[in-house]
Structures are given as structure tokens and as C-alpha cells.
């Protein structure tokens, strides 16, 4: 599992409906800075040992990060439903996400729905006392 923190456009990134980023806006994204690379695919070993892949189109990498060591650790981002992610981002990624949101004209929003500042760290308090506005279902 993991936490994930998306740039979005919606209200709240989860929701079915609203503005979305294009799968081109991001891919013209990654392709207009230079301390992005767009990878296609990603290798990762579990803590078990057991190494996984993914292949998606849209995966990109921030070769800047300075947690980044090759084939060890990498500050991944991609896309899906109109967002665009990263799993488990620390304070200095989600900082580049935040310029990365600003550029696109959109929000960086954790998965609790709770807003992200320029600085990578919650704006103020989440929303509904701690429980965002995650739809009830969406608990289990």
C-alpha cells in the first residue's frame, strides 16, 4: 500500500467528476523540464526481496531528488484519472510536486484530502475533523 499524494485539478482528487490534467499536459510537462525523465516503466525490490515492475507510458522520474540511488530508490510520479501521483512522496518531493501543480494550474493533495503548500508541508488542518472528504465506501 502507501500513501499517495496527487496533483490535481478536482475539487478533491478522488472525485469522478471536474477538470482534469490531460495525459498530454503531463507528458509535455516532463518533456519541457530537465530534471525529469520520462522512464516508461519501473523496477523496485520489496523489502522481502521479491522484485516488481510496472510499465506505464506515463511514469517519469525526478532525477534531481537526493533520496534518488539507481536501481535502489527513485522519486517516481505518473498518471492516472486526470491526476498525477507519487507514492510515499517526502517533504523535498512533494515540494516538487507543488511547482509541478503550479505549472499545470492545479493543487497538490494528499490522499486524506488534505491540501499541500509550497513548502511540502498541510496547509492548515485537513478537512471533516481528520477524515478529508473521502466518500464513507471509499473506508474499506
Do not use: C
Amino acid at each position: 500500500m502507501g500513501y499517495d499524494v496527487h496533483i490535481t485539478r478536482k475539487d478533491d482528487w478522488s472525485d469522478a467528476e471536474g477538470e482534469e490534467i490531460s495525459v498530454e499536459e503531463w507528458l509535455h510537462y516532463v518533456g519541457s523540464d530537465k530534471s525529469m525523465r520520462l522512464d516508461g516503466e519501473a523496477q523496485a525490490t520489496m523489502d522481502s526481496g521479491v522484485a516488481v515492475g510496472i510499465k506505464d507510458e506515463t511514469l517519469a522520474v525526478w532525477t534531481e531528488w537526493e533520496g534518488r540511488k539507481d536501481d535502489v530508490n527513485q522519486a517516481w510520479m505518473w498518471y492516472a484519472r486526470g491526476n498525477v501521483m507519487a507514492k510515499n512522496p517526502d517533504a523535498a518531493m512533494r515540494r516538487k510536486m507543488f511547482l509541478i501543480a503550479d505549472e499545470l494550474n492545479a493543487r497538490l493533495q494528499g490522499d486524506e484530502g488534505e491540501f499541500y503548500d509550497s513548502t511540502g508541508e498541510v496547509e492548515g488542518q485537513r478537512r471533516g475533523g481528520g477524515m478529508g472528504k473521502k466518500k464513507w465506501w471509499k473506508f474499506w
